[in-house]
């Protein structure tokens, strides 16, 4: 794993809680949930999508679900308290909210458990600075983007299909060259292929 895409090694749990949606928007029960740790994206299992800032990176597995992981410069990670990540998918003609998470300062990473093939996703993440006074109005910094869309499962199918086939095909292809020139070389032409048979007057 790249130098500062893991928590630290004092943080063997990641707290968070799943927003609900409507007038308990400030509700959601609390979980826990172990970092990600040696997570590599190795393609052709896993495709990985960074934010414009490169601090944000979504990693699309196979199975359709997305490993969400961030980092933060050590001075800045000191001063937040949490993460909020807000989630959206694009319809034809607007977009469509479809999670809300509050994570711990500890956290680097999060999993989404299943994504919808063809879809596009975006999915920004937020910095939670400490508030010195507790009444002070909620703050927030930069916010990280990045999107993707998970491949449809039915085309990777098709496609190792159609790779599977076409490999069957210049296999067969190659035998019937092979054959062929066998039968022109020692059927069509016995008499040139072998002098040492010929009569003598």
Not at 13 to 39: H, Q, T
Not at 84 to 111: I, K, Q
Not at 155 to 169: D, L, Q
């Amino acid at each position: 794993t790249p130098p500062g895409w893991e928590p630290a090694a004092d943080a063997p749990w990641c707290p968070y809680k799943v927003l609900p949606e409507g007038p308990e928007a400030d509700g959601g029960r609390l979980c826990f949930r172990s970092p990600a740790r040696g997570f590599r994206c190795q393609a052709p299992g896993c495709a990985a999508h960074a934010s414009a800032g490169h601090l944000l990176r979504a990693s699309v597995l196979r199975n359709r679900s997305v490993l969400l992981q961030w980092r933060l410069p050590p001075a800045e990670a000191r001063r937040v308290r949490a993460f909020a990540l807000n989630c959206s998918w694009r319809g034809a003609y607007t977009r469509f909210p479809c999670e809300r998470v509050l994570l711990g300062a500890s956290c680097r990473d999060y999993l989404l458990p299943d994504v919808h093939d063809g879809v596009r996703y975006r999915l920004c993440l937020q910095p939670l600075p400490v508030r010195a006074d507790p009444a002070a109005p909620e703050s927030s910094g930069p916010t990280e983007c990045v999107e993707f869309a998970a491949e449809p499962a039915g085309m990777r199918e098709i496609v190792v299909a159609m790779t599977a086939v076409g490999g069957s095909i210049c296999v067969m292809l190659v035998v019937i060259c092979l054959l062929v020139a066998y039968i022109t070389e020692n059927l069509m032409h016995p008499a040139f292929g072998r002098p040492g048979l010929r009569r003598q007057p």
